[in-house]
């Protein structure tokens, strides 16, 4: 039936209902209005205003979701799609960071393949430098870079279409 219910510990099977105000809310099954608790342990629940220090889920489905201070997930974050990897933050859409993105591991993949576009509105503040020596290209045999702006060039070998090398002192 309704519950509307002010208490330290609200402990109930099922409950439909206007509000819960309490220290420790445990349900298997919830709907509920408003429920403000500082523990929430649920199986199922369903609420319009859900405010707990502490939440834990069997499993969660909000139409929308905003977290104050730290958060932690056991297992991985889906956006717009599932993921069943611990440790992985995956999106089917667009992400975007608001401030820096740090990025720590062995490897770091931007892309699929050469037929993706990476797109940098940034200067770079770092030296490139590729992990093995005389193994990777900058550009390929179709896709030339227009221009070359360098301070110094050290080459072991220089192939030109032309034979014509000029220059201008600055």
Do not use: E
């Not at 030296?127 to 900058?138: C, E, G, Q, R, S």
């Amino acid at each position: 039936g309704a519950v509307t219910a002010s208490t330290t510990n609200l402990t109930f099977q099922t409950a439909v209902g206007g509000s819960a105000t309490t220290t420790n809310l445990y349900s298997s099954s919830l709907t509920a209005g408003n429920a403000t608790s500082t523990n929430f342990f649920a199986t199922t629940a369903s609420s319009t205003n859900l405010f707990a220090q502490t939440a834990n889920f069997g499993a969660m489905t909000a139409g929308g979701f905003t977290a104050n201070g730290s958060g932690y997930f056991s297992g991985g974050l889906g956006g717009g799609i599932a993921t069943t990897t611990a440790g992985v933050l995956q999106t089917s859409g667009d992400a975007r960071v608001g401030g820096n993105l740090f990025v720590d591991g062995n490897s770091t993949t931007l892309g699929q393949s050469s037929a993706n576009t990476l797109v940098v509105n940034a200067s770079v503040g770092s030296n490139i430098v590729p992990t093995l020596n005389a193994t990777y290209d900058l550009g390929s045999t179709s896709f030339y870079w227009k221009n070359l702006y360098v301070g110094t060039l050290t080459a072991n070998s220089i192939s030109a279409a032309s034979t014509t090398i000029g220059g201008t002192q600055s």
